[in-house]
């Protein structure tokens, strides 16, 4: 009994000093280069798949979960684009669940590399989900997925033209953030949900659902954004 309570002790404070350091990444007036230098940090620390563990960091489970529900078999044809992809985590649990052409978005070139050696993407782009026109065809995936990509110095608000623009007509926006980010976030208070709203008004996408998910990362809750383009 005593070496279960030690155990989960040390389990515990294991969590806490996880939970510390990626909050670091999320730190009030960081730019988006810092963000991707502390990423690619992290990924060649050879740290990061064990801090972020699904029982710690269950979205790109969650993710998954939904974009399998949004489209069913056959899924080994569905392109989709997994924004900031990280080391892969979400990849490859598109990849257990039949999707085979799946790309990868991310600015951290440590990332990539981590990504890489998961062997599930098709394609990896080193660049940054932002206002930004990307090297890539309008009209192209079937879903465009975001896991862990959303807070401070990370994507923009202005980020969801750039999505619906890469996605076909029909196809699907994902979205899975901190709930709290919503409120603590400057780019996003007050702001990300009323340019959902708009966007839904002016036709370019319809929204699908808005759902909170409990202890999505860290024992924080975790909230899922779906839109389908128009």
């Given at each position: 009994m005593a070496s279960e309570k030690a155990r989960r002790f040390q389990e515990e404070g294991e969590r806490r000093d996880v939970a510390a350091y990626a909050r670091r990444a999320h730190r009030e007036g960081i730019s988006r280069e810092e963000v991707a230098q502390f990423y690619s940090q992290w990924a060649k620390s050879n740290k990061y798949d064990m801090d972020m563990a699904p029982e710690r960091y269950r979205g790109?489970?969650?993710?998954?979960?939904?974009?399998s529900e949004l489209i069913p078999d056959p899924r080994d044809s569905a392109r989709i684009l997994d924004i900031a992809a990280g080391s892969g985590f979400l990849g490859q649990e598109l990849w257990t669940k039949g999707f085979r052409l799946i790309d990868g978005l991310d600015p951290s070139e440590g990332m990539i590399e981590a990504a890489r050696k998961k062997n599930v993407y098709s394609n990896?782009?080193?660049?940054?989900?932002?206002?930004k026109m990307l090297n890539i065809n309008t009209d192209t995936y079937d879903a465009v997925v975001v896991t862990g990509g959303m807070g401070e110095g990370?994507?923009?608000c202005n980020a969801l033209y750039e999505m619906i623009r890469i996605v076909k007509p029909g196809g699907y926006v994902v979205i899975v953030m901190r709930e709290e980010y919503l409120e603590h976030v400057h780019d996003y208070k007050d702001k990300l949900e009323p340019l959902m709203k708009e966007l839904e008004i002016?036709?370019?996408?319809?929204?699908?659902?808005?759902r909170v998910v409990?202890?999505?990362?860290?024992?924080?809750n975790g909230v899922i954004f779906i839109y389908q383009k128009k």
């Open positions: 790109p489970r969650i993710a998954a979960d939904r974009v990896l782009i080193c660049d940054f989900m932002s206002e990370h994507i923009p002016s036709g370019r996408w319809t929204r699908v659902s808005r409990p202890k999505y990362s860290f024992e924080n």
